[in-house]
């Protein structure tokens, strides 16, 4: 299925250009004092050894924020254990035929490489425009940030206001012995027609699919015939298709207050 509906880099595919990565943006914040274990990163993509410098933002577990730390720190199961946590968003971007952009993550992620998952799924960094929280102002600035980033999407194209936040979820994840995730993630959706105009080297191929596509996907995924992320599974099977079945009156499942414990 994916094959025939995707861009692929490999594949020809009408005004499609790879762009070139761009230089990271400063960052700020005071760094976690906790001592934290050294890993090896020589085996990795250079690219994205440089982007485990961005300072994510530390959280406790009701998303109040506590410090910053490294994305690489941040990562570590060994840190994980010990119950780092730290912001993050998953953004489901449809298109006017309400259908839903899904990226394949490059073979160059440290983690979770090679899966499936929603739109964007990323950090705000601890930096004063992505640390402001009314109305999660902060976290919609990263979103629009990391869509250019990731797929090349023009910044006017999808503006902060544009970005609709539902809610949060809590969960944490294994991708294999020395990374995973542990994250406070805000789900945010917008519904645009854009220009995609992606990373090779954070997206391996990409589509927009149907409910009935994607229940095809999420069946393959349970044959372990593909690879999905752990948390757009778990958003898919709790939350999505409500809300896709919902999609031009979203207001009713508004909930910033609870943070659901996945």
């Not at 899904?102 to 705000?124: E, G």
């Not at 009713?252 to 996945?262: P, Q, S, W």
């Amino acid at each position: 299925m994916w094959r025939t509906l995707c861009a692929s880099r490999g594949a020809a595919v009408a005004g499609l250009v790879l762009r070139t990565p761009r230089p990271l943006l400063p960052f700020s914040g005071k760094r976690s004092t906790t001592a934290m274990p050294e890993v090896n990163t020589d085996n990795l993509d250079k690219q994205q050894v440089q982007l485990l410098a961005e300072m994510c933002i530390l959280i406790d577990e009701n998303d109040k924020k506590i410090g910053a730390d490294t994305k690489k720190n941040c990562h570590l199961n060994e840190n994980i254990d010990k119950g780092l946590l730290h912001r993050a968003f998953s953004v489901f971007l449809f298109n006017t035929e309400d259908k839903l952009l899904l990226q394949q993550r490059s073979d160059a992620k440290i983690t979770f490489p090679d899966c499936f998952t929603n739109t964007c799924c990323s950090h705000p960094l601890s930096t004063p425009l992505e640390l402001e929280e009314n109305n999660a102002h902060g976290v919609r600035r990263a979103a629009q940030r990391r869509l250019r980033a990731e797929l090349g999407i023009p910044l006017e194209q999808v503006t902060p206001e544009e970005i609709f936040y539902i809610t949060r979820i809590h969960y944490k994840a294994c991708s294999d012995g020395i990374w995973g995730e542990h994250e406070i993630d805000y789900i945010l959706f917008v519904q645009k027609n854009v220009t995609l105009n992606p990373d090779p080297n954070e997206i391996k191929s990409y589509c927009y699919v149907t409910q009935e596509e994607l229940k095809l996907l999420l069946e393959k995924a349970s044959k372990n015939e593909i690879k999905i992320t752990p948390w757009f599974k778990l958003i898919a099977e709790t939350f999505l298709f409500k809300w896709w079945d919902n999609l031009h009156n979203l207001n009713g499942f508004v909930d910033h207050e609870k943070i659901h414990r996945m």
